[in-house]
């Protein structure tokens, strides 16, 4: 496992997470997509499926939390990373460009993606903001990749 993913497993025993995709299965989403992941983010993939972070409690005390997208096995429909995002590039507007890669998206339209523009091995996060136009330069929230999944995957 990814030094990364054993950390946030570390810090977040409670997490939610699947099983994990095959690297043929990245692989074959990187084709779909027409991307390259960087490794730390192949990581979550093929380690995890998909990670789900509580961040705290709701008024009835009850938890709740945010999910990544993912890949393979265990990962609910509505989490699929590849239908989500060929459905942000050609199904709303404005069309999310193919450098950026969702994550996690807020509930509201809004995306935290991996930009793939960088060329580190470790690229930023960025949030998309669906009500700014296709031309938008979306705001840096983190550095890093594995950053932000420490970090609790939010700005």
């Known amino acids: 496992m990814h030094p990364v993913m054993c950390e946030l497993l570390a810090r977040n025993p409670q997490a939610r997470r699947g099983v994990g995709a095959a690297p043929e299965a990245v692989n074959a989403a990187e084709a779909a997509l027409g991307i390259s992941l960087p490794e730390v983010v192949r990581a979550l993939f093929e380690d995890l499926g998909y990670a789900g972070l509580p961040v705290g409690r709701g008024l009835g005390q009850e938890s709740y939390g945010k999910d990544t997208y993912g890949l393979g096995d ?55 903001d669906h009500e700014l136009g296709s031309d938008q330069q979306p705001a840096v929230v983190s550095e890093t990749f594995s950053g932000w999944l420490l970090g609790g995957m939010g700005p």
Request: hydrophobic content about 35%; some cysteine; glycine content about 6%.
């Open 74 to 128: 265990g990962v609910p429909r509505e989490l699929d990373l590849v239908r989500n995002t060929l459905s942000e590039r050609s199904d709303v507007e404005p069309r999310m460009p193919t450098t950026l890669v969702p994550l996690v998206s807020n509930g509201c339209g809004d995306h935290y993606c991996v930009d793939l523009r960088s060329p580190s091995a470790d690229p930023p996060v960025v949030f998309w």
